[in-house]
């Protein structure tokens, strides 16, 4: 049962902390590998997407006593959302019912190659080549920036067409995108090891990384749902933070999933999502 709030929205003496209300408590939490944590321990059992039991969804879920429901898959695209099946698994969207209270959804950078691309461009760098620049033998870039720019442009699209199709879905739930954080830092500069790259190509990856925030922005406002700010809350905490400060990782520790959010990353952005949902509204 949610909480009463006392004069000028303060909790009551005794009220759990309060929130805001809820069609129900059934939750979805939907997207990518950055909504799954991969090798985040520990693995949901009996599934292969990569889900973790403290990725956000869980951490958010265990909080504020929700009953979940965790779509999110490694390698999920917008598509994967409501268009086409991922592999076996359906579509994401087919989670959702009329009755859904909370949704979440972080998912966009797949569909621009942005994670593929740091890691080619990383393993470029540690072998003395830039991602981006042609062979010198005439082979192509590893990573065709022009393309990357065509995607880029079509993205904010893909996310206002996904998000409207979510919204038809689960009319009565509060819908929470989640932009990704900030993987390289403002300058977006090589940290060997955790970023072993080529000086421009950190440059590029790091333009990537905006436009996308820009994208995730626009689409929420375009489609009335709620954004949460991500990239902004991580600052200083991007892959050449001190270790432990930073919320995502490098290619530097084969344990975990090269840069990916890490726990103290999915756990931040679980308080993101908290308090927004708690954040009393009379």
């Not at 726990?263 to 952005?269: D, N, P």
Request: aromatic share 4%.
């Amino acid at each position: 049962m949610l909480a009463a709030c006392g004069t000028n929205g303060v909790p009551k003496e005794g009220d759990t902390p309060p929130r805001r209300s809820l069609a129900s408590n059934a939750y979805v939490a939907m997207g990518s590998s950055f909504a799954a944590g991969p090798k985040i321990p520990d693995a949901v059992p009996d599934q292969s997407c990569g889900r973790s039991t403290h990725n956000y969804a869980h951490l958010v879920a265990t909080d504020l006593g929700l009953d979940l429901k965790d779509v999110s898959c490694i390698g999920a695209t917008t598509d994967n959302v409501a268009g086409t099946p991922q592999a076996m698994n359906p579509l994401q969207i087919a989670a959702l019912t009329p009755d859904t209270g909370l949704v979440t959804i972080t998912i966009g950078g797949n569909d621009v190659t942005y994670s593929g691309s740091l890691i080619v461009c990383g393993s470029d760098g540690m072998a003395g080549k830039s991602c981006l620049e042609a062979g010198a033998d005439g082979t192509a870039a590893d990573v065709d920036s022009a393309t990357v720019d065509t995607l880029l442009d079509q993205v904010g699209d893909k996310l206002v067409a996904m998000l409207n199709e979510v919204k038809q879905a689960a009319p009565a739930a509060a819908i929470y995108l989640l932009g990704y954080p900030m993987i390289l830092g403002d300058p977006a500069i090589p940290c060997a090891p955790d970023v072993p790259m080529d000086t421009a190509d950190a440059a590029f990856l790091g333009h990537v990384g905006m436009r996308l925030q820009t994208a995730f922005a626009a689409a929420a406002a375009m489609t009335g749902v709620n954004f949460v700010d991500v990239y902004a809350a991580s600052r200083g905490h991007d892959v050449c933070a001190p270790a432990a400060e930073r919320w995502v990782e490098g290619q530097a520790n084969p344990e975990v999933a090269p840069y990916h959010p890490n726990s103290a990353g999915m756990s931040a952005q679980a308080g993101l999502i908290a308090a927004e949902i708690r954040t009393p509204k009379h």
